[in-house]
């Protein structure tokens, strides 16, 4: 896990130093949404919340960024006084069409880490978390607002290994606020 934890540490390190074209600027994005369980996951978690924060740099003047995201949200269960906690770190590419200062739209990948962390009022001695490599992909549109933006969008999340049944559906908004440049 330390290994993993060092590769996602490089790439975020990677993201922010990448050279970027003079007139595009790195932006920093704070968002939320809802989380929706499928596959086993769906078996005993609800619908719910995650947080996310980041930065993206932009790479040339096609469209390309790069940058590094960290997760924060929590799933209740079906069972009263249970829930699932997830949390990570990705690193994100992703892919914006069209022209800068109007609606476009874009696709994106991450590859990280997640940790599945299981708690539980009625049975503490079966409480428990796991980390593992975790990957997403999704797509969406970004929306300028004067000198920030909104992003609205959808993506699909899986753990590996240990957490290879933790699969969910995020759907959610992100504000994006330019930094340097």
């Not at 993201?15 to 005993?44: C, E, H, K, R």
Request: contains cysteine.
């Amino acid at each position: 896990m330390k290994r993993l934890s060092c590769a996602v540490l490089a790439a975020a390190f990677l993201a922010l130093s990448a050279p970027a074209d003079s007139s595009a600027q790195a932006s920093v994005f704070l968002g939320g949404g809802t989380t929706i369980p499928v596959s086993d996951y769906n078996d005993f978690a609800n619908v719910g919340w995650q947080g996310w924060g980041g930065v993206l740099v932009p790479v040339g003047d096609a469209g390309f960024s790069v940058g590094a995201e960290g997760f924060y949200g929590s799933n209740n269960h079906d069972t009263d006084g249970e829930k699932t906690n997830l949390y990570g770190g990705v690193a994100v590419v992703g892919m914006t069409f069209g022209e800068e200062d109007a609606i476009a739209p874009a696709v994106y990948g991450g590859l990280g880490f997640m940790t599945h962390s299981f708690k539980s009022d009625p049975a503490p001695a079966t409480e428990g978390s796991d980390t593992s490599l975790a990957a997403g992909f999704g797509a969406g549109v970004g929306i300028p607002l004067g000198s920030i933006g909104v992003f609205v969008g959808g993506s699909f999340v899986t753990g590996f290994s240990d957490n290879s049944g933790t699969k969910y559906i995020g759907i959610g908004a992100s504000a994006m606020i330019p930094i340097g440049g």
